[in-house]
């Protein structure tokens, strides 16, 4: 009797094998899961098989720090998990920021748990305080873009609007090391980390003074409208001192100092700057007037701050500002208040950055335009 089933149950096993399979397929190419099945095969020619050898249980693991008030956190959580899952990951721990820690205190939980990558999910201000954590470590970064500048990730190419691919170049992307500035506001002063540019003057307090609801309605056009109330204002006599030794006296509107110089609308302000050259590209904008600040605005629209009209830019490795007024101070797009000084110093290749590889970029494309 077993040995007349055997052969039977068999037949039915392999039949519905085939009838699930036969299934699957005629759903699958409805549905695209052949394309998902794909382009896991494609992942996986990207990923390093020695990689995954962990401690723990093996797997690779991510920190999520994620900005509560640019997006649904649960949302974000549910989608890192699912990728996580499907690329073989561990789930991510996610921490939120706050009012009173912005991502440094989160990142540093975050490289105590000994994750591989943390994910920076916010605005400028998150990706800053994210990398502060970093810098100096061997523990790269990932971005997941959700502000209005989102700088460094326009200046690495990381995708902007598309979370779920951010998430997997944060996961699988190339490693990239960048350099970072350091800044300081008094001699004695905290040291700031920054990763796109600070700056002393009209762009900080264009910023300081940039209407926080008009921005999240707005986007960059917000800025042009505090910038236009503040075209106006009068220079300020600065001295600034390049790598402690040459110095120069002017009255300017604006110092910065930039570790690259793309912004919103394809704008470049520091056309000669890059992310990975051990230097600082510091702009000195100084218009005396509204019809001079038609030629500022003509050079850095015509890429040509270096040598533009009533702009300066000078490469260094450190730079000191001394004004002996009060001016307002940004860092990445954020104000920071007023000060006198303003101290920029270049990190060299202090951070890695998670930026896509060839063959994501390759993926994204397809997906964008699929023939
Ligand atoms: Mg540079």
């Given at each position: 009797m077993t040995i007349a089933l055997d052969p039977l149950m068999t037949w039915l096993v392999v039949a519905g094998i085939i009838v699930v399979l036969l299934f699957a397929f005629s759903v699958g190419h409805r549905t695209g899961t052949r394309r998902t099945l794909n382009r896991?095969?494609?992942?996986?020619?990207?990923?390093?098989?020695?990689?995954?050898?962990?401690?723990?249980n093996g797997r690779y693991r991510a920190a999520l720090v994620?900005?509560?008030t640019k997006t649904d956190v649960r949302g974000l959580a549910s989608t890192a998990e699912a990728i996580c899952r499907f690329e073989g990951w561990s789930p991510p721990l996610v921490i939120e920021t706050s009012v009173e820690d912005s991502?440094?205190?989160?990142?540093?939980?975050a490289l105590d748990e000994g994750v591989d990558v943390v994910i920076a999910a916010g605005g400028d201000g998150t990706v800053r305080a994210v990398a502060s954590a970093l810098a100096g470590t061997?523990?790269?970064?990932?971005?997941?873009?959700?502000?209005?500048?989102?700088?460094?990730?326009?200046?690495?190419?990381?995708i902007l609007d598309k979370t779920e691919w951010a998430l997997r170049i944060a996961l699988w992307g190339r490693n990239r090391e960048i350099d970072v500035g350091t800044a300081?506001?008094?001699?004695?002063?905290?040291t700031h980390v920054f990763t796109v540019m600070t700056g002393l003057g009209f762009d900080a307090a264009v910023?300081?003074?940039?209407?926080?609801?008009?921005?999240?309605?707005?986007?960059?056009?917000?800025?042009?409208?505090?910038g236009s109330r503040k075209l106006a204002g009068r220079p300020s006599h600065v001295k600034v001192t390049f790598d402690d030794d040459y110095r120069l006296s002017a009255r300017v509107r604006s110092v910065l100092g930039g570790n690259c110089g793309k912004l919103?609308?394809?704008?470049?302000?520091?056309?000669?700057?890059?992310?990975?050259?051990?230097?600082?590209?510091?702009?000195?904008?100084?218009?005396?007037?509204?019809?001079?600040?038609?030629?500022?605005?003509?050079?850095?629209?015509?890429?040509?701050?270096?040598?533009?009209l009533h702009t300066d830019v000078r490469k260094c490795q450190k730079v000191v500002i001394e004004s002996g007024e009060e001016l307002d101070v940004q860092l990445d797009g954020d104000p920071i208040g007023q000060s006198g000084y303003l101290a920029m110093e270049v990190m060299p290749s202090a951070l890695t950055v998670r930026v896509p590889t060839v063959e994501q970029r390759k993926q994204i494309r397809a997906e964008a335009w699929p023939v």
């Open positions: 896991a095969r494609q992942y996986s020619r990207v990923t390093d098989p020695d990689a995954l050898v962990d401690g723990g994620v900005n509560p991502g440094e205190g989160a990142t540093v939980r061997s523990t790269p970064m990932g971005i997941v873009p959700l502000g209005t500048g989102n700088l460094l990730s326009r200046n690495l190419d990381i300081k506001t008094a001699e004695d002063g905290d910023m300081a003074d940039t209407n926080s609801d008009l921005k999240s309605r707005l986007g960059w056009l917000a800025y042009v409208e505090a919103q609308g394809g704008i470049q302000l520091l056309p000669q700057a890059v992310i990975d050259d051990g230097m600082l590209d510091v702009l000195i904008v100084s218009p005396k007037n509204l019809g001079q600040w038609v030629g500022v605005l003509a050079s850095v629209l015509g890429r040509k701050a270096s040598k533009g």
